[in-house]
């Protein structure tokens, strides 16, 4: 029904920088929130940032003024703009679209399948 699919995950160095992006593709109608999250080996899962349709952000303190989210309604796709990257950075981090309206299904939200971020010299 719906697809997240992630790219832009990688091998960066401290100090270094990488783009995420996120697309939703499938019967969409709208999506109401669309979020970065990540999971470190032996951490739980933790949201990044998030973006609202209208384009309200909001960010774990960590990351503030290091990270930018931005969205392209049209094209159902947001991206993680990643400056000033530690090592406590690295993650995989996956992509979230919550309340998805679709044609002939119920209001959900949906998962991408992650992709690695690894911060290392």
């Known amino acids: 029904q719906v697809q997240l699919v992630e790219s832009g995950g990688g091998l960066v160095q401290p100090g270094g920088s990488l783009r995420l992006s996120c697309t939703a593709s499938g019967s969409i109608w709208s999506i109401a929130a669309m979020a970065w999250y990540r999971q470190a080996p032996g951490k739980q899962r933790e949201l990044v940032a998030a973006i609202s349709s209208g384009g309200s952000t909001t960010y774990e303190d960590s990351v503030k003024g290091r990270f930018t989210i931005s969205r392209d309604n049209a094209k159902n796709t947001i991206y993680l703009e990643m400056n000033s990257l530690v090592p406590e950075d690295t993650a995989v981090y996956y992509c979230?679209?919550?309340?998805?309206?679709?044609?002939?299904?119920?209001?959900?939200?949906?998962w991408g399948q992650g992709t690695q971020v690894t911060v290392s010299s």
């Open positions: 979230n679209a919550d309340r998805v309206l679709i044609t002939n299904g119920p209001i959900r939200g949906y």
